[in-house]
Nanobody, 128 residues
Framework: QLVESGGGVVQAGGSLRLSCAGS????????IAWFRQAPGKQREGVAC????????RYADSVKGRFSISTDSAKNIVYLQMNNLKPEDTAVYHC???????????????????????WGKGTGVTVSS
């Protein structure tokens, strides 16, 4: 399973670090992605990391502001979010699955992202 933590309320320009703790599976065999979904908007993959080789992908909307990393000894993936904007307000989920599916400019029309399993999410609110 995956469990997210670290969400909260922050002012625009501030920072937060989200954590995604994994258990019950071989952590290093998966890629872990961060998604977000704002009310009334489509889910968006924002960052993904292949744990085995350390490669990373980011959505254009967060490049230069968000950074994904891992403490593989603890089975945790982090999402460091800097220079937050009100449009970053969303529920953030982590999920295990291919980065090529998670970080895309063409979200699946049927809402099926092809990820193996998901966390329940943590809320982030950025006030202006």
């Amino acid at each position: 399973q995956l469990v997210e933590s670290g969400g909260g309320v922050v002012q625009a320009g501030g920072s937060l670090r989200l954590s995604c703790a994994g258990s019950g599976f071989t952590f290093g065999s998966y890629s872990i992605a961060w998604f977000r979904q704002a009310p009334g908007k489509q889910r968006e993959g924002v960052a993904c990391m292949d744990i085995s080789d350390g490669s990373r992908r980011y959505a254009d909307s967060v490049k230069g502001r968000f950074s994904i990393s891992t403490d593989s000894a603890k089975n945790i993936v982090y999402l460091q979010m800097n220079n937050l904007k009100p449009e970053d307000t969303a529920v953030y989920h982590c999920a295990a699955g291919p980065c090529i599916l998670a970080i895309t400019t063409t979200p699946p029309p049927d809402g099926y992202w092809g990820m193996d399993f998901w966390g329940k999410g943590t809320g982030v609110t950025v006030s202006s």
